[in-house]
């Protein structure tokens, strides 16, 4: 399975996204991340979260969407955009037929410079909890429409419990 993780920075959640499903799924998936507005180096935040959790940020780059797109690229079977603003452009063509689920993750990035490591935090932990569990998924059996709902139900559900807990 390959996952194309979607923000329109591809600076920070998107990152983050990539290295949880790769580090996590131990080759059972081989997850990307791009954004439709590059910005062109990976956020510092992000990349002293993932040292912080023991994940390798070795070779992580911000890079565009493009690269994804067209008959030399990787066949994509699920795209998640992170941030709204990438979830509501208009995405070049994948190779392949991917399921297509939106994530509305808050942008740690935007948090002031005290609220930063908390608002890294907090993405961190909201993409882990919802990456563990599609990883749970017998992912490659599902048919289409059952693997797009279970990633967006998988969402909602978090999505929901988080609310709770605030």
Avoid at 17 to 38: D, K, M, Q, W
């Amino acid at each position: 399975m390959h996952i194309l993780v979607l923000c329109t920075g591809n600076s920070c959640r998107s990152i983050l996204a990539e290295v949880l499903f790769n580090e996590l799924g131990r080759g059972r998936v081989t997850a990307y991340s791009a954004g439709s507005n590059p910005a062109g180096e990976v956020n510092p935040g992000a990349i002293a979260k993932l040292q912080l959790e023991g994940h390798s940020t070795s070779g992580l780059e911000s890079k565009s969407w493009d690269r994804f797109a067209g008959s030399n690229a990787p066949v994509i079977d699920i795209v998640i955009t992170v941030c709204d603003s990438a979830a509501g452009e208009s995405c070049p063509i994948w190779n392949g037929a991917p399921v297509t689920v939106h994530w509305g993750i808050p942008d740690p990035a935007d948090a002031s410079a005290e609220d930063m490591d908390a608002a890294f935090d907090l993405a961190y932990s909201q993409l882990r909890r919802r990456i563990e569990q599609v990883l749970e998924l017998p992912l490659e059996s599902l048919d289409i429409r059952y693997r797009k709902d279970s990633l967006q139900r998988i969402h909602d559900a978090a999505t929901a419990a988080e609310r709770a807990t605030r």
